[in-house]
């Protein structure tokens, strides 16, 4: 079945610096990447996704790169500000369950002041 | 964003007894919903795909007959854990797939505590 490597999996930045989070993924025919911020005890918010026949996607401070040959995608933040604290979750899929999606281990990343 | 809800938010329950866990999708339809399980600091894991009119399809390890899963219609899944020990107590959250949209969103999650 597919696996979902996440690294690192805490990240501590100061405000304004950038943040990258990697992951891969094993399965050739996952088409599917999406990135997932949780605030402790809350649900995991989607922030951005990309699809495979697609190599770059940016939305304000987010964008999210994935090179499907290498199959590895990653979401960068720029210009961190302390909200941005959370764990971050990639996943990707579809998988064997369908649409279900495979999830990294998750990444904590800290902005501080 | 869909907006997913989830009900009840936080649940304590004696071992033994069953809890029930509602997952609905307020704004959209979805065929396809899906229930993890979430311990302190860990990853969601995968329990079971609940498809609607069908029965679901759960993932290895996990006990389809500890776990009901019922989809009985586009908006509404729901999850018992039956019999429920100690070893049950973790965060569930449900997603719901917006076909549309071809995104899943996630509810807000149920805690629930096994004394």
């Known amino acids: 079945g597919e696996n979902v490597e996440q690294h690192p999996s805490t990240l501590s930045v100061q405000e304004g610096d950038s943040a990258v989070i990697k992951c891969t993924y094993s399965?050739?025919?996952?088409?599917?990447f999406p990135w997932y911020k949780q605030e402790l005890g809350k649900r995991p918010q989607l922030i951005i996704d990309i699809r495979s026949n697609v190599g770059e996607k940016k939305d304000q401070r987010i964008a999210v790169t994935l090179n499907k040959t290498a199959k590895h995608f990653s979401l960068h933040i720029t210009e961190t500000q302390p909200e941005d604290s959370a764990v971050y979750f990639c996943?990707?899929?579809?998988?064997?369950?369908?649409?279900?999606?495979?999830f990294g281990k998750g990444t904590s990343l800290l902005v501080t002041p | 964003g869909a907006v997913v809800s989830q009900h009840p938010s936080w649940v304590i329950c004696k071992s033994g007894t069953s809890v029930k866990i509602e997952c609905r999708s307020l704004d959209f339809q979805a065929t396809t919903m899906f229930w993890y399980r979430q311990f302190p600091k860990q990853s969601l894991m995968l329990m079971a795909t609940s498809n609607e009119g069908s029965k679901a399809t759960y993932e290895q390890g996990v006990e389809k007959d500890k776990f009901l899963i019922n989809h009985a219609s586009l908006t509404l899944s729901t999850l018992t854990v039956t019999s429920a020990h100690p070893e049950d107590s973790s965060f569930y959250i449900c997603s719901a797939r917006d076909s549309l949209r071809e995104t899943q969103y996630f509810g807000p999650g149920t805690r629930l505590l096994v004394l």
């Open positions: 399965d050739s025919a996952s088409n599917y």
């Open positions: 996943a990707a899929g579809p998988t064997n369950s369908g649409y279900a999606l495979n």
